[in-house]
């Protein structure tokens, strides 16, 4: 299949963010008119008391509104999240990956499954040294094929069609009016000047101005 996009998510003072619930998020991962973000919540969702100030809560959000989407595009995508052990040791790291449809017909929100990450046990299983007091996620994702892949560029150059992008307006430097008594065309007398002292300067011998 598409090579996995990828982007590392380092929460650095984790004690602090935790203590003050931060939400947190990645670096995008782009796939032509669609992006998507790792989103954290470092002491839980607080809308759920079940895992409020007891489990790290970790999201994947598509960020651009769903409107923008062709009607009925929905899309396959494999996705992977790691808590990377702080003391290299991979075999600890705590992993998930797994399939996920996004699109126009589905949430713009998905919960990592498999991922419960106990706040009380991060420094325990390595995944936060003290000394460092940071946790570190990689987040990839990729389209689950080349059809699906081939999907998101087609709807792509269908919305760059429907909305093609509005051309820059460049901005003309204001014209210099030529002096009071001059009988220069509108517009070309300090143009016809700045040659002229141009001309002078470069001569091997100075003339006098008089």
């Given at each position: 299949?598409p090579?996995?996009?990828?982007?590392?998510?380092?929460?650095?003072?984790?004690?602090?963010?935790?203590?003050?619930?931060?939400?947190?998020?990645?670096s995008?991962?782009?796939?032509?008119?669609?992006?998507?973000?790792?989103?954290?919540?470092?002491?839980?969702l607080?809308?759920?008391?079940?895992?409020?100030?007891k489990?790290?809560?970790?999201?994947?959000i598509?960020?651009?509104?769903?409107?923008i989407l062709p009607?009925?595009?929905?899309?396959?995508?494999?996705?992977?999240?790691?808590?990377?052990?702080?003391?290299g040791?991979?075999?600890?790291?705590?992993?998930?990956?797994?399939?996920?449809?996004?699109?126009s017909?589905h949430?713009t929100?998905?919960?990592v499954p498999?991922?419960?990450?106990?706040?009380?046990?991060?420094?325990?299983?390595?995944y936060?040294?003290?000394e460092?007091?940071?946790?570190?996620l990689r987040f990839?994702?990729r389209?689950?094929s080349?059809q699906?892949l081939s999907k998101?560029?087609e709807?792509?150059i269908?919305?760059l069609?429907?909305?093609?992008?509005?051309?820059?307006?460049?901005?003309?430097?204001?014209?210099?009016?030529?002096?009071?008594?001059?009988?220069?065309?509108?517009?070309?007398?300090?143009?016809?000047?700045?040659?002229?002292?141009?001309?002078?300067?470069q001569?091997?011998?100075?003339?006098?101005?008089?």
């Amino acid at each position: 299949g598409p090579a996995f996009s990828k982007t590392v998510l380092q929460l650095h003072d984790f004690s602090y963010l935790s203590d003050n619930n931060r939400v947190i998020h990645s670096s995008s991962l782009n796939f032509c008119h669609l992006s998507f973000k790792l989103e954290v919540h470092t002491s839980g969702l607080a809308s759920n008391p079940t895992v409020y100030g007891k489990y790290i809560s970790v999201y994947i959000i598509m960020t651009q509104p769903k409107t923008i989407l062709p009607e009925n595009s929905d899309y396959d995508f494999c996705a992977e999240v790691v808590a990377v052990n702080q003391y290299g040791n991979k075999h600890a790291n705590k992993r998930s990956m797994f399939l996920l449809k996004m699109g126009s017909n589905h949430p713009t929100t998905v919960l990592v499954p498999e991922f419960a990450l106990k706040l009380d046990s991060l420094v325990q299983c390595g995944y936060v040294k003290d000394e460092i007091d940071c946790l570190v996620l990689r987040f990839s994702m990729r389209p689950i094929s080349y059809q699906t892949l081939s999907k998101i560029q087609e709807d792509y150059i269908e919305l760059l069609e429907a909305n093609p992008p509005k051309p820059k307006r460049t901005l003309r430097p204001p014209e210099q009016k030529a002096e009071s008594g001059s009988v220069e065309e509108p517009g070309q007398g300090s143009s016809i000047l700045s040659r002229a002292l141009q001309t002078i300067h470069q001569l091997p011998f100075s003339i006098p101005l008089t």
